[in-house]
T-cell receptor
Framework: KQEVTQIPAALSVPEGENLVLNCSFTDSAIYNLQWFRQDPGKGLTSLLLIQSSQREQTSGRLNASLDKSSGRSTLYIAASQPGDSATYLCAPPSDKLIFGTGTRLQVFP | NAGVTQTPKFQVLKTGQSMTLQCAQDMNHEYMSWYRQDPGMGLRLIHYSVGAGITDQGEVPNGYNVSRSTTEDFPLRLLSAAPSQTSVYFC????????????????FGEGSRLTVL
């Protein structure tokens, strides 16, 4: 069974910092890995999808890397802004599509 | 584009009542799924479907029933609501499916908040 761990569980930083969010998983036989953002009281919004043949994917200030051999993915957020405050979840696919419990990020002005 | 649409957004039930949460997608996605999200527990998969007429159980299926008569719709039925089913429910869909694994980008609805008294 796929197990997913996200570290740190919570993070509070001043605006402008570069951030690193970590996701580790136990089953490396994955097709792809997806990063999501969830705002309070809202659904999940897809941020980045990394196919298993890729090592990284970029969208604006976000960059996600994937290392299947070590069972890890990292989400980099450059020049963080208060609008980045949300919970970030990773989901490596398995037959049951298990999610991590997320990293709760707060960026203060 | 509508994407994934869930109704109702809010619902209050009494213990023992039954109800159906509706989920519809207009992206011709094969894979559809239902999750529940509880504080401290993260997202847990209830049921999923890889096409019309095909459904399977997820991590926490007890007390829930699903069917997939069309590609677009995937309703979740609570047979006899219990306070333990108080939660936020999310429906999600994806285009890709291979060898029992979702391979596509997963899209979520806005959620349905259910309270069982």
């Amino acid at each position: 069974k796929q197990e997913v761990t996200q570290i740190p569980a919570a993070l509070s930083v001043p605006e402008g910092e570069n951030l690193v969010l970590n996701c580790s998983f136990t089953d490396s036989a994955i097709y792809n890995l997806q990063w999501f953002r969830q705002d309070p009281g809202k659904g999940l919004t897809s941020l980045l999808l990394i196919q298993s043949s890729q090592r990284e994917q970029t969208s604006g200030r976000l960059n996600a890397s994937l290392d299947k051999s070590s069972g890890r993915s990292t989400l980099y957020i450059a020049a963080s802004q208060p609008g980045d405050s949300a919970t970030y979840l990773c989901a490596p696919p398995s037959d049951k599509l298990i999610f991590g419990t997320g990293t709760r990020l707060q960026v203060f002005p | 584009n509508a994407g994934v649409t869930q109704t109702p957004k809010f619902q209050v039930l009494k213990t023992g009542q039954s109800m159906t949460l509706q989920c519809a997608q207009d992206m011709n996605h094969e894979y559809m799924s239902w999750y529940r999200q509880d504080p401290g527990m993260g997202l847990r998969l209830i049921h999923y479907s890889v096409g019309a007429g095909i459904t399977d159980q997820g991590e926490v299926p007890n007390g829930y029933n699903v069917s997939r008569s069309t590609t677009e719709d995937f309703p979740l039925r609570l047979l006899s609501a219990a306070p333990s089913q108080t939660s936020v429910y999310f429906c999600a869909s994806s285009l890709g499916w291979a060898s029992g694994v979702n391979t596509g980008e997963l899209f979520f609805g806005e959620g349905s908040r259910l309270t069982v008294l």
